[in-house]
Structure formats: C-alpha cells, structure tokens
C-alpha cells in the first residue's frame, strides 16, 4: 500500500493518478489526512474498536466532573453542566494528544488552575468501551492517536504494517509534534517517507466578480456548461452551490449538489420540537409545531410524511385554533376533538382505530400524565414514555417507507438520521446517572446529539470534473481550477493554552503545537492546491446574502507571486491593486461583448432576448355569461354579510367556490386569545347562574372563573415570563366584568343567556326572484327588561374603540343590526344593542344611559324617520338587505365585483401601502353607494387571503 498523506486531505474526493514518479505500478495508493491514516493504523495494528459518539463521552465526562467536584469548575458546573463538560474534554483531549501522561509526569499543578482541574478529574478516567462497567470514559480520538504512537515506537520494527511508502504533500516538519513522531515511527518501521516536490508556479489568474450570487452563478454555469476537456477541471465549492446548481439545470449542466456550510440537518429539528411539546408548562405554539410536523416527500406524486397521522393533527388543531389552550373539560374543544376521533374509531374500526389509539397517546402524553418538571427539574424516568412513543413512531414511519418506496430517498435518510439522534439523545442520558436534568441541559444534550451532515437543495450528479470544498483538497494533476465563491470563509485558528500552562505541559513532556503553526500549515496546503493548476478561475460575489464579502487571503499570496513575477504589467507589490488591476479581475457585464459572450480563451455566441413585461391590471372586477345561481349561499352569516357588503368577488371565491390557503393553522393569540378566553368567563358566569334574578357576580368568583379557564383558553398566559401580563390581564377583564354586570342592572337589565345560538329565516329577493336563505350566529349576551324589550350585547376586546364609534355613527354596525332584526321580541320594541369594549370597560351605545359618549344626532340621518346613518343599528337593516340582494344576484347573473380590489388596481397601490388617493377613492365610491340606498363597507384591503390572485400584491406575473 501506498499512501498520499495531507494533512487537509481527509475529505478529498480522488485518488491519485498513478504514482509520482509517472508509473502506474501495481498496488494500492490511498490519499488521505490525519483522520483516514489513523483508521488505516488502527486497522494494521489491530486496535480498531467502535465509534463512540462525542455525546456519550460528554455525557461520562460529565459524571466524572461530579465525582472530582474541583473548585475551578465548580461554579459554572452549577450553572450550566453540559458544556461545561463538553469544553473540558476538549481541553482534556487536547492535552492527551499532546502526549499529556498524568500518571507519570508527576507534576504538581496547583499553580495551574485548568491543569489542575484536569488532572484531578483524569485520576477517575478509566478508559474503557461503554459496555465495561469498570469504564468511566471511553477512549476518544487523541487515546487512539498516543495508543497507536506507542504501538509503533514499541512493535513498529517488527510488526507487518502492510505499508510501503508515504508521500507527504505538507513539508514534514510542519506537521504538529504528534505526527511528526508518527511519521518517524513508521520511517523506523521500515516505511519509504518521501515529500511531494514543491510547486513554485503561479497560475494564471482571473477573478470574475458579480454584484451577487445570482449574476455571479450565471456567468460560473455558462462557463462550465461550455468548457472543454472536463475531466482536467477540478471545481472549488467554497459556499452552497444551491444558486449555481439552478443556473447549471438551466443549460443541462451536472449539479454539484453542495449544501450550505451550517452542519445542521432538518432531521435535528424532531428531537427539540417534540420535547417543546410534551414538557411542562404546555407551549400551545410548539404543540401545534409538533401536531403539523411534515417531513416532505421524495416526490410530486407521493403525499408528504408526517409524524402525527393527519386525520389526528387536523383534528386536534382544529380544536386548538378554537381554543388555545389543551383542557380536560368535557365540554373543551380538545375533548370534542378526542370524543369525534373516538366516535370514528366506533364507526370504521377498520381505517380509524389506529388514529383513536394515536390520538389518545398523544392526549396521555401531553396532558393526563405528562413528563415531570418541578423548579425547572426534569425527571428523567418520566420522559421515558415520551420517547419511547417518538421512537416507536419514526420507526413505524421507516418500516412502511421501506414497504412503499422504490429507492433509498431524501425522506428514508431523513426518518433514520432522525432515529439515530433519538437513539444517541437516550444513550447520553443513560450515562449521565442522575435522575433529575434541567430543561435547558436537555435541550443541550439533544443539540449535542444532533445529526451533523448537512443536506443540498440538488443532488450532485455524476460528471467528469472533481469538486472539493478546500484550496487545499485539489488533486495535482489538475489542469483548471474553477473556484465558486472564492470569499473568506473560514475562522483562524485560535489558542488553546496560555504560556504558562504551555511552559507547565512542556515540563511534563508534552509537545504543544502553537495555532499559529496549524495556521501556516493550512495556509501553505491552500496554496499548494492553487499552484498545482495552469489556471485558476475564481467567482466571486460582491455580496452573499446582504452582506459584502471578500476575496479569500490566499488570493493574497498569489497576488504577491503575480506582482513579483511581472513587475512592469502590474507597476506595484500592492495586493489590492493587483486584485483589482483589469487583466486580473472582470465584471460580470464586462463579459458580454456585442453578440458573444467571452471569458479567457472561452467564446459563447449569445442572442438578445426581448423583455418580457407583466402589464398589471386595470380592474379586478369580472363579468362571466350564464346563471351562476348555483353559487348562492345555503346560509349566512353575519360575517359573511360583513364579505358581501366589502368584496362579493372575495365571498365568492371564499365562501361559494372553496377556496382558502393550503392546510395551515392558526392559534389564537394576543387580542382574539385574550377575547375568547373573557366571553368564556362570561358565558359561565351565566350558565352557572351568577348573574340569575338580582345577583350580580362577586369579584372573587369572576376570579376563581378566570383563573380556572385560562388553561383552556389562553395557556400561553401560564408560560413562564407570563406572570405579569397575566395579572394585568386579569385585573383588567375582572374590573371591566364588574361594570358591565353592574351597569347592566342599573339600566334595568335582567341577563338570560351568553353565547346563543338563532337562526332567522330571511327572505331575499335575488334576481327578481324570492329566496329564502336562513340567517344564522350566536350572540354573546343576551337580556331583556321588564316590558320584555330585548337587549343585546356584542363584547369586544381591542386596543381601541374608536372604531366601534365610528361604525354606529356611520351606519356600519352591521352585525348589531343582524342581532336586533333576529332577535325575537314580543312587543315589537326594537331591541337595545350595544357593544362592551372589555379591556376598556365602557359600552358603544346608542342609548346614552349606557354610553354616554353617544350623542343623538353626531351623523347625519339616512332618510326623514332617522334610521340609518344616525345612529340606529335597528334602522340599518333595510339598507342591509338591498345591500346583499344586489351583490348575490349580481352574482347569479355573472357579475363578481371587488371594488377595494379596483381602486387598488386602477391607483397601481400596494395593500397595506398608504395611499391618500386610494382612502379618498374608497369614501367616494361609498357615498355613491349610499345615494342609492346601499352600503359598502370599507376594510384594508391588506386583510385579504386573494390579493395575489386579484393581482395587486405587486406580483403581475
């Protein structure tokens, strides 16, 4: 065996051509770094044993810490255990490879603090397999590096190593002190030791620079779609090549398939989403996260993977965007959504008992016995359970993939990276050997375990170019070096000790290799790479993601080689201005030149293509022939009314043909949640009978109602961090309750319902023709007085009522109107409405008793007997429904009209953008509306699911 030893050659992707002398003699020649001639060692002399994963050893080194207890540590081991182990056995490691023996130096270390630490900690080492239960530590890389060293100082001589030569392409006395004893050993052993010859040569040097990633990638992709004599180019990745790909797939170029640096895969994203979920307090947001986890597909025609089963997530999702909060009450949404999944499970046992057994696993785990956490503690035992269902269902998950799909996809190396990092996370906690852990350490301890390998937006396809990541890893027989994103990229190499503690290792007879060796030895590895090339071809963006970059340092050093070598083209050693001189660097547009396109001896004919161009629209109101009756309404509702009276083309598409965003969810939040969960105390007050006869609920039993239904409705508020905005929260709601009650008595008042149901059966006149459409809703509160006159009241909770004003003084309270013509009275007395602003405490009212902001007369009237825009929410309704007859039968007859939506066509404004043209347009298309005795109710068209689709949302295409 021959092998080719660099030290940054670990991850090259070739091998050699041959053999350096020019032959291609029989036998095997292996290329590699530090990591792959280690194993080869390991192999040969017979002391190869299982990887164990970092985390594990973490985890006994953790332990050990415990044991040693050493003061240095100690306070930062109390306050974050996990990377305080994690950064001392890398300390530790470090050390060990340096060739630290602690139980032969007989040093004494008390001067040196870490050392210290260290060395008291390494007496509890005892180096073993994790399946040796006299082990405490299991050997990490650096063990393995001394063992092999003193196996080869010991035996080399006279052990067959299998090994015949070892080409070094770094100058050997570069190499840190470790290796540079291997390297002698192996020469001792018998092993032919050469270094590959040095290479002075500059290659010819051309920078192309594009204002970013985009034009950039362009210009790389048409020069490799183009370039001759592949096999001699070798590309340098030195970022994702996600954008270059795209322009590669465009000219029917292979795809280097190169991720983006972060080693972070999605996979890593289960393990922290499902702990979110399950651990105490209950985060709503991350248990709807955990419900709609999706994995993907490997395909179009294959449905995406999920870890819950959609027939139980849609279930209980729906139930949380009805109530944000997860409730054991019967009468809960959460428990609505166990009981249906139940009841479907009775019905179809055969399609639905698996999702009911699912569903109500989920329900133990998340809310009858969820793991234990007491003053932020965890016990470990309880989260057990967790686990062992996680586990059991990407396993599951696995075995059918297996059965259904035809290759080894994206989303079967999702499932089984994902396994492993469950598997990895529980092992680590084994080894721990405690029974209680922080919730934070635990999150610790799953990034920790975290798969590594980073996945690309494109696969690399077979071609006949090499692509390393790295100066350094290109082959020497390269001919080309095109180098993608030739920007600095990686951090310099830091210092592990201080002089002191290096001058305190070197008594003990250890060889410490000082970071700014390792820096020039990777440097000079980077610029061997560059000059084994006749051509070095870099492309470079000015920005990469909003930020400028620059160039990498070893174009510097080319630079100073470039400057050296022709003084009078270049007339200066400055590296800047040879960077920057025209020979070296060209524009992106600097390379299309009339009707070609050229980059060094590369000519492409290119053609002109004509501007495509996106005219916008003028309107977005449509006219369709035929009858479109089909498309009215079975029911209404006032929201739906709300939709007609604003955008008929919106209801249309909304509510007539179905259309809405992809499955998606929304939780309740901020003033929808704390809404909800206040007309829920509100309705049992009443249901409870608190507010029966002349009883007016007392302040502690609002209280006691609040606090038991926030958990129901608004567990957010029980979050830690939440305490103080609960209790604002709370303050506000049980004084603003008071008031409401009370005034209500006073103005004669008697409460008898909250939350009811009506249905009205109204009588429309569309197209000419009379239909009846039942009206349907619920009311929030409802009352009468003691002539049996109805009173009806809508609560609010908003930041500001002055809407609420506006809307009855402008004759748009439209949903007051629905409640007062639905309402059913005896005495023919029009009913009083009102709304309650709760987080204000104060009624929007046309009776002045309860509001007495309102003034009779502060809008003009609609007509002689008042009703209308003065203010009369009863008076409104005739109005209401000419209305909605004139928008659905301009909808039977094939007219679908979006008025907002024109206006913001035809002013060529953005939703959401302010526009005092658009706001003075609106206002006169309603008094038009008006003068002829209809209402068009003004919303921001920013609200609207269908501003894309209309095509106003700046997007004409």
């Known amino acids: 065996m021959r092998i080719e030893f660099g030290w940054t050659l670990d991850r090259a992707p070739w091998q050699s051509r041959g053999n350096s002398d020019g032959t291609n003699k029989a036998g095997t020649t292996v290329v590699t770094g530090p990591l792959g001639l280690l194993g ?61 023996h602690l139980t032969t130096d007989g040093q004494d270390y008390t001067r040196y603090l870490r050392l210290d630490a260290l060395a008291t900690v390494e007496k509890h080492v005892a180096l073993g397999p994790p399946h040796d239960p006299t082990a405490t530590l299991a050997p990490g890389r650096a063990d393995d590096l001394r063992e092999v060293l003193e196996l080869l100082q010991l035996h080399g001589a006279s052990w067959p190593l299998g090994i015949d030569t070892v080409e070094l392409r770094d100058q050997r006395a570069g190499l840190p002190p470790v290796w540079q004893d291997i390297v002698s050993a192996l020469d001792d052993a018998g092993v032919t030791i050469t270094e590959a010859s040095p290479i002075t040569e500059t290659p010819k040097l051309t920078i192309v620079r594009g204002q970013d990633e985009w034009s950039t990638a362009e210009a790389a992709a048409r020069y490799l779609a183009h370039a001759s004599d592949r096999e001699r180019i070798s590309i340098i990745a030195g970022d994702s090549t996600t954008v270059l790909d795209q322009q590669l797939a465009r000219r029917r170029a292979p795809a280097l398939g190169v991720p983006k640096s972060s080693p972070t895969t999605p996979s890593a994203q289960v393990l922290p989403v499902f702990l979110s979920a399950v651990l105490p307090p209950t985060d709503i947001r991350r248990v709807a996260e955990f419900l709609h986890l999706s994995f993907g597909s490997d395909g179009a025609e294959t449905p995406a993977l999920t870890l819950v089963p959609r027939s139980v997530s849609s279930t209980l999702l729906g139930a949380l965007t009805q109530e944000s909060g997860i ?54 035992k309880s989260l057990q359970p967790a686990l062992d269902w996680l586990s059991s269902r990407l396993r599951n998950l696995t075995l059918s993939q297996q059965k259904t799909a035809t290759d080894n996809g994206t989303t079967a190396t999702f499932l089984a990276e994902a396994s492993n990092h469950i598997a990895s996370f529980r092992a680590a906690l084994t080894a721990l050997d405690v029974d209680t852990l922080r919730v934070r350490e635990l999150f610790d301890i799953a990034e920790s375990c975290a798969p590594q390998s980073a996945h690309s937006s494109a696969s690399a396809h077979a071609a006949a170019w090499t692509v390393v990541n790295d100066p350094s890893e290109v082959p020497a027989d390269a001919e080309t070096i095109v180098w993608w994103s030739s920007r600095r990229a990686t951090q310099s190499e830091a210092e592990t000790w201080d002089p002191a503690e290096v001058e305190a290792l070197t008594a003990a007879g250890c060889q410490i290799s000082p ?28 920005t990469v993601r909003g930020e400028e970059v620059s160039l990498h340092p070893v174009l510097s050093r080319l630079a100073e080689s470039l400057a050296a070598a022709d003084p009078e083209q270049f007339e200066t050693k400055s590296v800047d201005a040879v960077l920057s001189h025209p020979t070296i660097t060209k524009p992106v547009a600097a390379l299309i030149d009339d009707e070609s396109w050229r980059l060094n001896n590369l000519t492409v004919a290119t053609d002109l293509a004509a501007t495509e161009v996106f005219e916008p629209p003028q309107t977005v109101s449509r006219s369709l ?62 249901d409870a009978g608190e507010t029966r006869g002349d009883n007016n609920p007392m302040a502690s039993v609002i209280a006691k109602a609040f606090d038991r239904l926030v958990p129901r ?53 569309i197209a000419g023709t009379p239909t009846v459409i039942p009206l349907r809703g619920q009311r929030d509160l409802e009352g009468t007085f003691d002539d049996g006159r109805p009173a009806i009241v809508d609560l609010k909770w908003a930041n500001f009522d002055k809407r609420y004003r506006t809307m009855i003084d402008d004759g748009e309270a439209v949903q007051l109107s629905v409640y007062s013509r639905t309402a059913d ?18 009624f929007v ?113």
């Open 40 to 100: 080869i060692l390991q192999t040969r002399l017979g002391t190869t044993r299982p990887t164990v994963e970092r985390s594990l050893r973490i985890a006994q080194y953790r332990s050990l810490l415990t044991q040693a207890d050493h003061p240095w540590y100690r306070r930062s081991f109390a306050n974050d255990p996990w990377n305080t182990a994690h950064h001392l056995l890398q300390l530790r490691d470090d050390a060990i490879e340096a060739g630290w």
């Open 327 to 380: 409730s054991g009450d019967s009468g809960s949404a959460w428990m609505r959504a166990l009981a249906m999944l139940k009841a479907r499970a009775h019905e179809n046992p055969d399609t639905a008992s698996k999702a009911w057994e699912t569903a109500r696993t989920l329900d133990g785990l998340l809310r009858v016995s969820s793991p234990e956490v007491d003053e932020d503690l965890l016990t470990i």
């Open 515 to 542: 970071a700014t060796e390792r820096e020039r030895l990777r440097q000079a590895a980077e610029l061997r790479g560059l000059r084994s090339a006749h051509t070095l071809l870099c492309f470079c963006p000015d």
């Open 625 to 686: 022939d035929g009858d479109f009756t089909h498309l009215l309404p079975e029911t209404l509702s006032y929201t739906q009314i709300d939709q007609l009276l604003s955008d008929p083309l919106e209801w249309t598409l909304n509510r007539a043909l179905g259309l809405s965003h992809g499955y998606s969810f929304d939780i309740p939040t901020d003033n929808r949640m704390i809404g909800t969960l206040v007309h829920a105390v509100v309705q049992h007050l009443v």
């Open 713 to 765: 409705f608004a567990s957010e508020l029980l979050l830690p961090g939440q305490l103080t905005r609960r209790n604002t929260i709370r303050t506000t709601a049980l004084a603003s309750l008071i008031h409401l009650f009370t005034a209500l008595k006073e103005r004669g008042v008697r409460i008898t319902a909250a939350e009811a149901d009506f249905t009205y059966d109204w009588t429309l006149i």
């Open 825 to 842: 009275t005896s005495t023919g007395a029009k009913p009083l409405t009102s709304y309650f602003m709760l987080k204000q405490g104060r």
């Open 845 to 957: 009212s046309t009776d002045s008793a309860l509001d007495p902001n309102f003034t009779v007369g502060a809008a003009d009237s609609f007509d002689d007997e008042g009703n209308g825009l003065g203010g009369d929410p009863a008076g409104l309704w005739p109005i209401i429904q000419r209305s909605v007859e004139t928008a659905l039968t301009h909808i039977a007859t094939g007219r679908f009209d979006s008025p907002s939506g024109d206006v913001h066509a035809e002013l060529q404004t953005a939703p959401g953008a302010r526009n005092n043209e658009v706001d003075k347009t609106l206002k006169a298309l309603k008094e038009e509306e008006l003068a002829e005795q209809r209402l068009f109710v003004i919303k921001p068209q920013s609200y609207s699911d269908f501003n894309l689709i209309y095509g106003i949302a700046g997007d004409h295409s």
